[in-house]
């Protein structure tokens, strides 16, 4: 697992699988198809179980 502190992104996973847990305790599941938007400092915390692709967009 690896704790993090977001920049804006929102993302939309392609492959793998995991889990993102938010620091108020949400947790959303990572597989294909599953759509994500990050909040510039949201305080998360990853787990992939297998590796994740994604595409994503970043705000500058």
Same mark, same amino acid.
Request: glycine share 10%; proline share 3%; net charge negative.
């Given at each position: 697992?690896? =704790?993090?502190? $977001? #920049? =804006? $992104?929102?993302? !939309?996973? !392609? *492959? +793998? *699988? +995991?889990?993102?847990?938010?620091? &108020? +305790? $949400?947790?959303? =599941? !990572? #597989?294909? +198809?599953?759509?994500? #938007?990050?909040?510039?400092? &949201? #305080?998360? @915390?990853?787990?992939?179980? @297998?590796? !994740?692709?994604? %595409?994503? %967009?970043?705000?500058?």
């Amino acid at each position: 697992m690896a =704790e993090d502190v $977001e #920049r =804006e $992104e929102v993302f !939309l996973v !392609l *492959s +793998g *699988s +995991g889990a993102i847990t938010f620091a &108020d +305790g $949400e947790r959303i =599941e !990572l #597989r294909p +198809g599953v759509g994500v #938007r990050l909040r510039a400092g &949201d #305080r998360t @915390t990853w787990q992939v179980d @297998t590796p !994740l692709r994604k %595409l994503y %967009l970043m705000q500058a």
